[in-house]
Nanobody, 121 residues
């Protein structure tokens, strides 16, 4: 079974930067789309950014120009570089993959456990 594990969250002052990482494991053959989502306290989970296996990216309007998503297919890893952080970026950030092809079959929509990002003003 495929697993996604995030890391890199923490506490940072407004204007600072953080880099999140998400590693997929479990006899991975390939992953279609990888993405980052976030959920602030009391709010619904929302899309932050996605990246296809070819490197095509999409971003939420609220993070365009500040966040950059990337991936290393050979390492089954995606990254989220977050610059110019704002207090409203405070949330639990989750990694997601829409389809994970493993040697044992297809895994649809696995999620990581989340990593907390807190931006102080």
């Amino acid at each position: 079974q495929a697993q996604l594990v995030e890391s890199g969250g923490g506490l940072v002052q407004a204007g600072g930067s953080l880099r999140l990482s998400c590693v997929a494991s479990g006899r991975i053959v390939s992953i279609n789309i990888m993405g980052w989502y976030r959920q602030a306290s009391g709010k619904q989970r929302e899309l932050v950014a996605t990246i296809t296996s070819r490197g095509d990216t999409e971003y939420a309007d609220s993070v365009k120009g500040r966040f950059t998503i990337s991936r290393d297919n050979a390492k089954s890893t995606t990254y989220l570089q977050m610059n110019s952080l704002k207090p409203e970026d405070t949330a639990v950030y989750y990694c997601n993959a829409d389809r994970v092809y493993t040697s044992r079959g297809l895994i649809v929509g696995p999620w990581g456990q989340g990593t907390q990002v807190t931006v102080s003003s």
